[in-house]
């Protein structure tokens, strides 16, 4: 059993920041990718950053030089710095991580549960 649990989200003016957390726990041989996904209110769920074990990162350009993905390797747990806040960041953020419950299984993708994140302008 994987569980992935966010926090961090909530209500921010614009230009505001928040910090999300996303700790996950359960059976983990190996966690290889981990990234944040958001989706807006009516439409599809998106990318906003992944980052490899090894600590490569990559951005959405929407967020390019405002959000910051992190993580603790020793904690299993993956973090989005979101500065500079734009109403249009508004949405559901989800976590994600690719990894192994066992060392004799392939990879498999898992989700945390969502966080709302309010941006007011």
């Known amino acids: 059993q994987v569980q992935l649990v966010e926090s961090g989200g909530g209500l921010v003016q614009a230009g505001g920041s928040l910090r999300l957390s996303c700790a996950v726990s359960?059976?983990?041989?190996?966690?290889?990718?981990m990234g944040w996904y958001r989706q807006p209110p009516g439409k599809q769920r998106e990318l906003v950053a992944v980052?490899?074990?090894?600590?490569?990162?990559n951005y959405a350009d929407s967020v390019k030089g405002r959000f910051t993905i992190s993580r603790d390797n020793a904690k299993n747990t993956v973090y989005l710095q979101m500065n500079s806040l734009k109403p249009e960041d508004t949405a559901v953020y989800y976590c994600?991580?690719?990894?192994?419950?066992?060392?004799?299984?392939?990879?498999?993708?898992?989700w945390g549960q969502g966080t709302q994140v309010t941006v007011s302008s």
């Open positions: 359960g059976s983990i041989f190996s966690i290889n990718a």
């Open positions: 994600n991580a690719d990894l192994r419950s066992r060392w004799y299984e392939n990879g498999s993708y898992y």
């Open positions: 980052i490899t074990r090894g600590g490569s990162t």
